[in-house]
């Protein structure tokens, strides 16, 4: 009876909080279940046409496979953040054409710019539940190595079949610890084209600064276009190739939005924790975190550094330094929020509550009491491999002895047929791998690479002896790093994609020492591999019945259940809301005045001189909004968003387009582990800034008519 009391009385608390708690990133299939909660909120399309992926507004609702975005014309316009386009920025910027700092806007089709290797527009054409053909074989009786193989072998049949369609790209992913599977169809899009982003100092204004805070003054939006050959095909970059017409893209909505109004965002989050366990929890944030905080700052002040008063360097290296300062700085949110809301106390008591619940109950205790014991062990296992691997994973900073290693691995995997080669090197993943040998002609600089190199290497070795590759040291002293790096050929792109496709031979009677570093690598990466996947094969089979058990529980006490975002499309909803704290009120957007303000003429808070004179002339045509009496930058809300949001749309109670998701703050950061409502907020371009900076600052008339708005001024 103890228990079922504590389970009624966090059944209350859960009733009281949800009706104010914004929390869930909901499948399209559970819209069912939340429907009637988002109406209550303000939603006035039907709730069953979220669950249509060939219906509007999902089926305009794209993944870049690393960001969301959305089509928003009828010409595969597709809008998404400045810092999910970056990379296709810094890929065509150098010296002379520094579209980083100045911006980019083609004047036309033909002028727009092919981006950055390896990008990608992925449609979403269906989800459909596929465990049935996941667990095929999968029994207890199988080892943890053999599970982890069974559930590969089975996951690349069921991406296969579904490959055979042209233009399509697959993906299986894991739902509830891995109880459920669900199989992603999306059209992939390999011609993709920058066509606009704004200046740095509107696009990421306040920089490092001002990143995950409020209040918020950045224009972070930019635009791509889908292309595709004149029979409809996807195929990559010709000149010949013609805009892609989506089924359906997004409206802007005229008037925007204001406080208290309801806002939708759907996107592809990318990972939160919030069905971990305890252990796994106080392990997080009391080890890995904080070790994997410290390489990052490290790396950080490594790279600037070494690019001090090198433009061009600069330039190579500015969206891997963009990325790693950004989640550096999450994971210092991350710590910071663990504390604040007592993250292990609160985690440990609500597993309690769990466990009580199962014990309390001898079905229970036969159906979930060994997992709940297994899962346990698993997590110290993994806990105590993973500390080592981040530190073996500092050899992967080294561009070109990545390039090696992933060489020498492609033709090894290629002495097999296809079906039994390792995922990430069968026939499919050919063109990703050309891409990302390609990108590293524009993000390389060998004395740059070698002192971070270097960094790297001082600190993995000092692994304990057992933890590092032997094979590997003996073969780096005796190359030396001079050599290393004068020696090599694999700098060169035309030779480094010439070895793609040549036998394993060829790599192991190489002279080239990268290539020579690869072979005497791999032996303890393939033993690396096969304990991993023995840990995987075990954790998979404990993890997927304690969340089963879980789920029942929270069923039981009336807890909605949703899966930790895994990447796949998600919907969630919330308010335009501010936030008062200690000694502050945020109140729910910023503006115009606030960035002029802010503007110094320097570093990260440079706004253009057109801004900067539009702004002090209150030059703000049609896109004031009527209840702040000036324009609009950024603003808040309570939706549930992560990493993968990035560059999702925000869309009104019709559906419309109101602006972009693009950050959090570092205070709601510790969501991703346990939402928090007062804590959590999200922050969101306002479209009227987008089209006033369209309008009245780059002249992208063009655009924005292709978008349906009708341009304020001539461009």
């Not at 999910?84 to 065509?92: D, H, L, T």
Request: charged share 25%; proline share 4%.
């Amino acid at each position: 009876m103890k228990c079922l009391a504590q389970a009624t009385a966090i059944a209350l608390l859960w009733t009281v909080t949800a009706t104010t708690a914004d929390e869930g990133m909901w499948m399209p299939g559970q819209t069912a279940e939340v429907g009637a909660a988002m109406r209550a909120d303000g939603l006035q399309i039907d709730p069953a046409q979220l669950r249509r992926l060939d219906a509007d507004p999902l089926n305009a609702i794209v993944s870049l496979g690393g960001c969301s975005a959305s089509f928003v014309s009828p010409q595969g316009l597709v809008a998404t953040n400045h810092h999910c386009v970056f990379g296709s920025i810094q890929y065509n910027s150098r010296e002379g054409q520094d579209y980083l700092t100045n911006g980019f806007l083609a004047k036309s089709l033909g002028e727009e710019l092919p981006a950055a290797p390896g990008s990608r527009i992925y449609v979403i054409e269906d989800m459909r539940d596929v465990t049935a053909g996941m667990l095929k074989g999968v029994s207890d009786k199988l080892n943890g190595f053999a599970r982890n193989e069974r559930l590969d072998t089975n996951r690349k049949a069921l991406i296969a079949a579904c490959e055979k369609q042209p233009n399509r790209r697959c993906d299986v992913g894991a739902y509830y610890g891995g109880a459920s599977y669900y199989l992603q169809q999306k059209l992939e899009i390999q011609d993709v084209r920058l066509v606009y982003a704004p200046a740095l100092g509107i696009g990421n204004f306040g920089g490092e600064t001002d990143n995950w805070t409020w209040p918020r003054h950045t224009g972070d939006f930019g635009f791509y276009r889908a292309y595709v050959a004149r029979d409809g095909s996807s195929r990559h970059y010709a000149r010949d190739n013609v805009p892609y017409r989506p089924k359906s893209w997004l409206r802007i909505a005229p008037e925007g939005v204001q406080e208290g109004d309801f806002v939708m965002v759907a996107g592809f989050p990318a990972t939160t924790n919030r069905l971990r366990t305890a252990g796994e929890v106080r392990f997080n944030f009391a080890h890995f975190e904080p070790l994997l905080q410290h390489l990052l700052s490290d790396y950080a002040a490594q790279i600037k550094q070494a690019t001090a008063g090198n433009r061009d360097a600069q330039i190579r290296y500015a969206a891997i330094l963009q990325g790693v300062e950004n989640y550096e700085k999450k994971l210092a949110g991350d710590l910071a929020g663990a504390d604040a809301i007592g993250l292990t106390a609160r985690k440990a008591n609500e597993e309690k509550a769990y466990r009580d619940w199962v014990a309390d109950d001898s079905a229970r205790q036969a159906r979930y009491g060994a997992a709940i014991r297994e899962l346990d062990a698993m997590v110290a296992e993994n806990s105590r491999a993973s500390l080592e691997g981040l530190r073996q994973a500092l050899l992967g900073r080294a561009q070109i002895l990545s390039s090696a290693r992933t060489l020498y691995r492609w033709a090894k995997e290629h002495e097999k047929p296809d079906e039994d080669r390792e995922s990430g090197f069968q026939d499919r993943n050919r063109n990703k791998t050309v891409d990302q040998l390609t990108q590293i002609e524009r993000r390389y600089l060998p004395d740059i690479d070698r002192k971070l190199f270097e960094a790297a290497l001082d600190v993995y070795r000092r692994l304990d002896a057992k933890d590092r590759n032997t094979a590997f040291e003996t073969a780096l002293d005796q190359i030396g790093l001079d050599r290393l790096y004068a020696d090599t050929k694999l700098a060169d792109t035309a030779t480094r994609l010439g070895w793609l496709g040549k036998p394993a031979t060829a790599f192991e009677a190489s002279d080239d020492p990268f290539i020579k570093l690869a072979v005497a690598l791999y032996p303890g990466d393939i033993a690396a591999e096969g304990v991993k996947k023995d840990r995987a094969g075990r954790t998979q089979a404990a993890r997927a019945t304690y969340v089963q058990g879980l789920r029942a529980y929270r069923q039981a006490i009336g807890r909605p259940v949703y899966p930790d975002a895994n990447g796949s499309l998600r919907i969630t909803w919330g308010k335009v809301t501010g936030r008062t704290r200690d000694g502050q009120i945020w109140t729910p957007f910023t503006t115009a005045e606030g960035l002029l303000a802010k503007h110094t003429g320097k570093g990260e808070f440079d706004a253009p001189d057109a801004a900067v004179a539009a702004i002090r002339a209150k030059d703000y045509g049609p896109y004031v909004a009527p209840a702040l009496g000036t324009l609009p930058v950024d603003f808040m809300s309570t939706v549930d968003i992560t990493n993968g949001n990035s560059g999702s749309a925000t869309l009104n109670g019709r559906g419309e387009f109101v602006g972009l998701a693009f950050d959090g703050t570092l205070e709601g950061v510790i969501s991703d582990w346990a939402p928090d409502a007062d804590r959590n907020r999200s922050i969101h371009v306002d479209s009227r800034f987008m089209l006033w900076t369209m309008d009245k600052i780059d002249g992208a008339g063009r655009l924005l008519k292709e978008m349906g708005v009708r341009p304020a001024s001539r461009s």
